[in-house]
């Protein structure tokens, strides 16, 4: 139920969305249960091996990296290879790591403030709730498993500085 409500908000690009309380609880139980089973699972592949890991692995350097916040923010969806203008040459979407990849220069990044890291990573953590409720067992590198728990420890935090 909310890995549908949220590819509905993902369709409108959550433009005038809110959650109810409820839904929220439902997606912070389900978050929870993503980070057990990352923490309990062994769901490795080798780290970086597709393209579209390849190529943000090399190409997310801080000059580039605000243009592929943009580009992610504004689509919520990341192609798997850009050409030097910053225009998508695939159709293809980037794999889930390339968004890990994604997600770790962003709590990195200095030029972002807190606010819109926990929007993005708010993004992000609805995308792996949908990877792996599409799955059952979503095969990824350790260094992903890393970061999706990175990523949840993020958002619990600036959740709890902001709504204080």
Same mark, same amino acid.
């Given at each position: 139920m909310i890995n549908l409500y949220l590819k509905? %908000?993902?369709k409108i690009k959550y433009s005038n969305s809110t959650f109810s309380k409820n839904i929220f609880i439902k997606r912070l139980k389900q978050l929870e249960i993503i980070r057990q089973c990352s923490?309990?699972?062994n769901l490795i592949k080798p780290d970086y091996k597709c393209l579209s890991c390849k190529f943000f692995y090399e190409n997310l350097k801080k000059k580039n990296f605000i243009k592929f916040y943009k @580009?992610?923010?504004?689509?919520l969806k990341l192609k798997s290879k850009y050409n030097s203008k910053? %225009?998508?040459?695939?159709?293809k979407e980037a794999c889930f790591e390339s968004y890990m990849i994604f997600a770790k220069k962003l709590l990195k990044c200095d030029e972002i403030n807190d606010i819109q890291k926990?929007?993005?990573? %708010? @993004?992000?953590?609805?995308l792996t709730i949908i990877k792996f409720s @599409?799955? @059952?067992i979503l095969k990824i590198s350790n260094q992903a498993k890393n970061q999706i728990q990175k990523n949840i420890n993020v958002e619990y935090n600036l959740l709890q500085k902001y709504l204080k």
């Open positions: 509905k %908000l993902q923490i309990n699972q @580009k992610f923010n504004v689509n910053f %225009l998508a040459i695939s159709k926990l929007n993005t990573i %708010l @993004k992000i953590n609805d @599409k799955r @059952k």
